[in-house]
């Protein structure tokens, strides 16, 4: 029955549909009851009155509420490292049982050695922030599903190789932003950067994943906030 819905959220004018109604000023209505289900706390944002559900999918935080860490890099999301390590020699990592080819998800023969993915649920602030300073040289969109990233969806295949996503480089890392049901708008606002700026949005909750160049990671797996360290060098 799942991969039945999903399927069917993926039909080209089912997924109009959606992307309509959240649009809606109508849609606004069911702002409270997702409030409750997710039970977010809605002292750390900055607006109360939102004009649909789109609108609140992509609400701003007060930052004050995130404080910048002082390692050299930092968390670009809220949500949850889900899976991190070493790559293999093959360019291969592993999530949720799945095997995730490097080359297959930037679509080039950049080698990396450590990666990260950072799980954004439906709960979270949907806005992701640069991880240090510096800039992006390349974007690059491949991909074209919406795939849950949850459980549900690795049951289906690997919506990491299949889902929509934004490929960003720079010199050290590649930062990438893969889409999920019915979030296949994202974003980007800002390819220069300081640490801590927000690099763009996600018209839902979604992933993030940092492929690095040549950092020792040390980081533990569990829920992490926008701008707080990600690991210890």
């Known amino acids: 029955m799942n991969k039945?819905?999903?399927?069917?959220?993926?039909?080209?004018?089912?997924?109009?549909?959606?992307?309509?109604f959240?649009?809606?000023?109508?849609?606004?209505?069911f702002i409270p009851a997702f409030i409750r289900h997710y039970k977010i706390d809605m002292g750390e944002y900055k607006t109360e009155k939102y004009n649909s559900l789109?609108?609140?999918?992509?609400?701003?935080?007060?930052?004050?509420?995130?404080?910048?860490g002082n390692g050299e890099f930092v968390s670009p999301c809220d949500g949850v490292i889900s899976a991190a390590g070493k790559i293999n020699t093959d360019t291969t990592f592993e999530v949720k049982g799945k095997i995730v080819n490097t080359k297959i998800l930037t679509g080039d023969d950049e080698e990396y050695k450590y990666f990260q993915v950072i799980y954004l649920s439906p709960k979270n602030y949907h806005r992701f922030h640069a991880i240090n300073d510096?800039?992006?040289?390349?974007?690059?969109?491949?991909?074209?599903?919406?795939?849950?990233?949850?459980?549900?969806?690795?049951?289906?295949?690997?919506?990491?190789?299949?889902?929509?996503?934004?490929?960003l480089k720079s010199k050290d890392y590649t930062y990438i932003a893969v889409g999920a049901t019915n979030v296949n708008t994202i974003t980007i606002n800002k390819k220069s950067f300081n640490k801590g700026d927000e690099i763009g949005y996600f018209s839902f909750g979604s992933t993030i994943i940092i492929l690095y160049k040549y950092i020792t990671l040390e980081s533990k797996l569990g829920e992490i906030k926008v701008r707080e360290n990600l690991f210890k060098l």
């Open 4 to 20: 039945f819905i999903i399927n069917f959220c993926n039909l080209k004018y089912v997924n109009k549909l959606i992307y309509n």
């Open 134 to 167: 510096g800039e992006f040289f390349s974007e690059r969109i491949i991909g074209g599903k919406s795939i849950p990233v949850n459980d549900t969806g690795f049951k289906m295949g690997n919506p990491f190789l299949k889902n929509k996503r934004v490929i």
């Open 22 to 29: 959240t649009r809606s000023k109508f849609s606004r209505n």
């Open 54 to 68: 789109q609108d609140f999918f992509i609400r701003n935080i007060d930052l004050n509420f995130r404080p910048i």
